[in-house]
Structures are given as C-alpha cells and as structure tokens.
C-alpha cells in the first residue's frame, strides 16, 4: 500500500509539472490543458478547433518542449502545413530512387515524428487528408511493401478555423472518428490577456522553456493512465450514450464502437490527471461533449447538439448514481 501510495504521490507531481509548465506559455487555460494532457495520456489524438490567433499552433509547439526525448532534447515535433496542393507523400514519406546505390531508399516524411501539428488540416483535399487515417488509428505508415512506425510518443494536435469556409475541405467522418478529442482554447479573460501583452509568452516563455518530464515518465504516466480503474456501472453507461445517439431519431449519424472506446480512454486519463485512480461519473460527462459531438449528425441542423448530448449523458449517469 504504502508503494502504491508513493508511485502515486510521483504521478501527481509529474502531471503537475506538466501542467504548470504548458500553462507559462498557455496563460489562463488549464481546464483545457488538463483536457490536452488526458487525451494525449489516453493515446489520442487532438482536433483543435478555433479561431486564428488564440495560440493552437503554440499548444502543439509547448507540449513537444515540456518532454525530454533522448539525449535531453525536446520530443522530435514536425509542423505540416496544409494547403490545396499537398500531396499525400508530403506526409508519409516516400521511395526515391539513389542513383549511386541504384536501389530506392525511403525518405520519412512529417508524420513520422513524435508530435505531429497538422496546421488548418481541412485546407487540403481529402484524398490528402486520408494520408493521416492509417497512421492515426494504427500507429504505422504503408508505404509500397514496407511499414514504418513513428517513434513512441506519438501525437497528431491538428488545427481549423470554424468560422470560415472559402477554400477549405470539411473532414469526412471517418477522419474526424479518428480524433479522440475536439477541443477549443477560446478567448483569454481578461487579467490573462494582459499577462500576454506584458511578456508575450508565446515567444519569450516558449523560447526559454525546458522539459520537465524524461520520454520513459511520459510513456509511464501513459500505462498508469491505461489501468485507472472503471467501474463496470460507468462502463455500461458509456456504451447506453453511445447507442442512444445510434437510437434517438435526432441523430442521422450515431457514435461509433471506436467513440466508446475512446470516451473511456480520455475518462481514464483526465482521472489520472485529477489525482485519482478510479473513474467517476464527473469525468465521463465532462468529456461527452469534445469526445463526441464531432462524431455525430443531426437530423435538424438546428438542433442544440451539446445540449441533447449532455440531456442523454445526464439520464444515463444518473442511473448509476441512483
């Protein structure tokens, strides 16, 4: 007991130090920090969707900085911007033929990096996009007759704007299934905006940061998170949200199996990050909203889809607590 009790104590004040140091460069914001590390303790992977100007790109830029990968360095993060003429090899990597070998050689391409930021990810073509769904969902990229694996950790933190729609490509459903959490940093208030102004941390605090985690802490905290424990009642709770939302005539495209899965993953991670060991009822509604309103359509598009989510959520929990 008194192990478990110390590993414990070390987990808080890992998640803490990471936490504390996103947030000298994300001022005012950590409930959605909290969020951003539950899912990337989790194994998912993160939409950010916003307006521009909030600091999506310096998110993505600040969690690779906070993680020593080998030799003390920062985690290998790559920036993939995307545009109309990207081509999906731009971001897998691709055979080139080495004239003084006389044989082809693989050149990686951004993907294969440890924190990949899929910067305005709906400005580029499907067919592009979909470049992303092998390595998302398995961990792996095809190419020819080979597979690469990107190196451990690994995250996609992908950006759009969700106000303007001239020159973009929506995300299909499948790509959009793949993203375990859909996250908005919104407007600082205003005593954090002013922080801002003073010191800019976007660049001064960013430029001088240093990690505060090693890669084998972060992959610990990773399998600490996969055995947070979770009653069989909430479990149960999860899988009736996500079959009413197949059920409820509201909805003309419910959640799937794989959002299930992925709401109880990101519930065992934000627990991990709220310093307990157990999943509670809090942390699965709390997470209804980012981890499933992407995924699902309605009927109406009118309809007050958070507002329907968090009704169907708020009767299912409420089951187990009685």
Do not use: W
Not at 259 to 278: M, W
């Amino acid at each position: 007991m008194r192990a478990r009790g110390s590993r414990q104590m070390e987990q808080k004040k890992s998640i803490a130090r990471l936490l504390d140091g996103a947030e000298t460069v994300i001022r005012g914001k950590r409930p959605f920090l909290e969020y951003l590390c539950a899912g990337a303790l989790a194994g998912g992977h993160i939409l950010l969707e916003d307006l521009p100007g909030l600091g999506k790109t310096t998110v993505a830029k600040t969690f690779a900085h906070l993680i020593a990968g080998p030799r003390k360095k920062p985690l290998l993060f790559k920036r993939i911007q995307f545009t109309p003429d990207l081509l999906p090899y731009d971001i897998t990597g691709v055979d080139v033929f080495d004239p003084q070998k006389r044989a082809f050689r693989f050149v990686p391409g951004p993907v294969l990096s440890n924190i990949v930021l899929a910067d305005e990810i709906n400005r580029t073509t499907p067919k592009v996009q979909s470049a992303l769904l092998e390595v998302m969902a398995e961990g792996q990229v095809t190419i020819g007759q080979n597979t690469y694996q990107p190196p451990a950790p690994f995250l996609v933190i992908a950006t759009e704007n969700p106000v303007e729609s001239e020159g973009t490509f929506p995300l299909p459903a499948a790509q959009l299934d793949r993203f375990m959490l859909r996250l908005s940093l919104g407007y600082p208030d205003r005593a954090a905006e002013l922080g801002i102004l003073e010191d800019n941390p976007g660049e001064t605090a960013l430029a001088a940061l240093k990690p505060v985690l090693d890669v084998k802490d972060f992959l610990a905290l990773k399998a600490a998170a996969s055995r947070v424990f979770c009653h069989q009642a909430l479990k149960e709770a999860i899988a009736d949200i996500v079959r009413d939302t197949r059920a409820n005539r509201a909805f003309s495209l419910g959640a799937s199996p794989r959002a299930a899965l992925h709401l109880l993953g990101a519930a065992r991670g934000l627990a991990l990050v709220r310093g307990r060991a157990f999943v509670s009822d809090a942390d699965i509604a709390d997470l209804i909203i980012p981890c499933l309103l992407h995924r699902v359509r309605f009927r109406d598009p009118r309809a007050e889809g958070e507002k329907l989510l968090r009704g169907i959520s708020a009767s299912r929990l409420e089951k187990v607590n009685g």
